[in-house]
Structure formats: structure tokens, C-alpha cells
């Protein structure tokens, strides 16, 4: 499959850990993006990379949120001391030129 | 800021009968209008963007600026239509694109 994958697909975690997740975008595309995605409702845009810089952060991003994407290829992002109303889907997905984007399946978190 | 609305969360139909999904969106400059869908434990995909204008799995959509919406359309729906859907926005220069909450199609054999 060579579509975005993400990992890990699911995570459970207590309160006021840390977590990270893991994205790897279609190989030629050049631009990652990070959504979240919580019940009854769509996918909120978080933040998006061109190759390694990181171009726009959604305010959804708390300072407790960082994403990198180092070599321009995969992507992290991480949640410091999590909190429940973390709990959601995280999306990745990744795109060429144009605005098409194709969406890995999701991380989901459940802080406990 | 760009925004998107859809209308219904749960939209039912009996199989063969029309299907209309709704969808309005706010933005003052030329868009960029897509339908995504999520079937049932799948990852959401690409139904249909607007500058193709092609049919897909018999869906259509056109984009009306005037009232700002870009309806999703099928004029005989089918049990495997059953899906969530997602309209969104997007503007031209590759920005982040804008989801709308989404609509649950339930079609009824």
C-alpha cells in the first residue's frame, strides 16, 4: 500500500502524559498536513508542511502540540501532558500540487 | 474565514430514490470545492472536485457561486452509497482545506 500510513493506530494514555505519533506521506508529495477529527465532526486543519518548514499552525494548536517533519519526508506530532479533551482522531495526509490531499486512516487517542 | 456548512447530519433514502447533499460555504474569492467520503472503517477519500467536473460512482456537484453551494448529487441512490460525507473548501494556492461537520447517508433497502 502506498498511501499515507500512520502509526500507531490506536494509543490509550492517562492524563498528563506524553504521546507522539507518526505520519508517512505518498513518497513524491511535497506538502503534510495534521487533523484532527472529533465525534460528529469533520476534520479541523491543525497544522501543514512544505517539505521540512512548517507553514501554518491552526490557534486548535496548543503550545502543548509540536509537529516536525525533519527531513522533509515523515512526519511526528506530539501531545505534551495530554489532557481528556485530547481525545480524537488524529489525521495526516499529504498532497502534491493542487489541493487534493489523501488522508492516512488515523491515530486515535483516548487520554484516560 | 472560510467556513463550511452542511446542513444534515443524518440523511435517509430509500434505495433508487434521489439523493441531495447539501452544502454552503463562505468565502469571498474563487474556491476550490470538494466532496471527501468515509465508508464504514475506511480512511476518507476524494469523491469529487469541482474543476473536473467528471461523475464519480454516478455522483455529480456543481458549483453555484451565486448562492455559494455545492450541492452533492445522485439521481438513484444505492445501499452502497451508505457513507459519511464531507463537502470542503479550499483556495487556490494550495492552503489547508476547510471540512464541513459532514452528513450521514443511510440508504434504505
Known amino acids: 500500500d502506498t498511501g499515507v500510513s500512520q502509526d500507531p493506530r490506536h494509543k490509550i494514555t492517562k492524563r498528563g502524559q506524553n504521546v507522539t505519533f507518526r505520519c508517512d506521506p505518498i513518497?513524491?508529495?511535497?506538502?503534510l498536513y495534521w487533523y484532527r477529527q472529533t465525534l460528529g465532526q469533520g476534520p479541523e486543519f491543525l497544522t501543514y508542511?512544505?517539505?521540512?518548514?512548517?507553514?501554518?499552525k491552526s490557534r486548535l494548536l496548543s503550545d502543548r502540540f509540536s509537529a516536525e517533519r525533519p527531513k522533509g519526508s515523515f512526519s511526528t506530532l506530539e501531545i505534551q501532558r495530554t489532557e481528556q479533551g485530547d481525545s480524537a482522531m488524529y489525521l495526516c495526509?499529504?498532497?502534491?500540487?493542487?489541493?487534493?490531499?489523501?488522508f492516512g486512516e488515523g491515530s486515535w487517542l483516548t487520554v484516560v | 474565514a472560510q467556513r463550511v456548512t452542511q446542513p444534515e447530519k443524518l440523511l435517509s433514502v430509500f434505495k433508487g430514490a434521489p439523493v441531495e447533499l447539501k452544502c454552503n460555504y463562505s468565502?469571498?474569492?474563487?474556491?476550490?470545492l470538494f466532496w471527501y467520503v468515509q465508508y464504514s472503517r475506511q480512511r476518507l477519500q476524494l469523491l469529487l472536485r469541482?474543476?473536473s467536473r467528471e461523475s464519480i460512482k454516478g455522483f455529480t456537484a456543481d458549483l453555484n457561486k451565486g448562492e455559494t453551494s455545492f450541492h452533492l448529487k445522485k439521481p438513484f441512490a444505492q445501499e452502497e452509497d451508505s457513507a459519511m460525507y464531507y463537502c470542503?473548501?479550499?483556495?487556490?494556492?494550495?492552503?489547508?482545506?476547510?471540512f464541513g461537520k459532514g452528513t450521514r447517508l443511510s440508504v434504505i433497502a
Open positions: 513518497s513524491e508529495h511535497n506538502r
Open positions: 495526509a499529504s498532497s502534491s500540487t493542487g489541493n487534493t490531499i489523501y
Open positions: 469541482h474543476i
Open positions: 470542503a473548501l479550499g483556495i487556490s494556492g494550495n492552503t489547508p482545506l476547510v
Open positions: 508542511f512544505q517539505n521540512e518548514a512548517q507553514l501554518e
Open positions: 468565502y469571498s474569492g474563487s474556491p476550490e
